[in-house]
């Protein structure tokens, strides 16, 4: 193979793992917005249950629909970008301290459940 071959297919291999790798980044800056979004989910669940009856017993959990954030004003809208989005806000009683652990299914995401 004569040495201007071997630069061509050097050029497409760069060109291709370039793109990749652009795509990975345009969908992990998307990705962002909604994880800021179950972040937001989460610190209003704290909120919410200490101004509402909520008891979990050690080692219970619990759920929180984004609508009851909505409804007790914690939160300013369900939508991301334009992208309106549902879920449930998971607590956990760890020794009386709880975890809290957003899932949210929008037409353009879901959470990723480990």
């Known amino acids: 193979m004569k040495k201007s071959t071997y630069v061509v297919w050097f050029g497409l291999i760069v060109l291709l793992l370039g793109t990749f790798l652009y795509m990975g980044?345009?969908?992990?800056?998307?990705n962002a917005e909604y994880k800021n979004f179950e972040l937001e989910l989460e610190e209003a669940t704290s909120i919410y249950i200490t101004s509402h009856p909520f008891s979990l017993k050690n080692g219970e959990t619990g759920e929180i629909e984004v609508s009851d954030l909505l409804d007790?004003?914690?939160?300013?809208?369900?939508?991301?970008?334009?992208?309106?989005?549902?879920?449930?806000?998971?607590?956990?009683?760890?020794?009386?301290?709880?975890?809290?652990?957003?899932?949210?299914?929008?037409?353009?995401?879901?959470t990723n459940i480990k």
């Open 25 to 30: 980044y345009l969908t992990e800056k998307e």
């Open 72 to 110: 007790a004003g914690l939160i300013d809208s369900n939508k991301v970008g334009n992208d309106e989005c549902s879920g449930t806000i998971y607590i956990t009683n760890h020794s009386s301290e709880y975890e809290y652990s957003a899932v949210i299914s929008c037409n353009n995401y879901e």
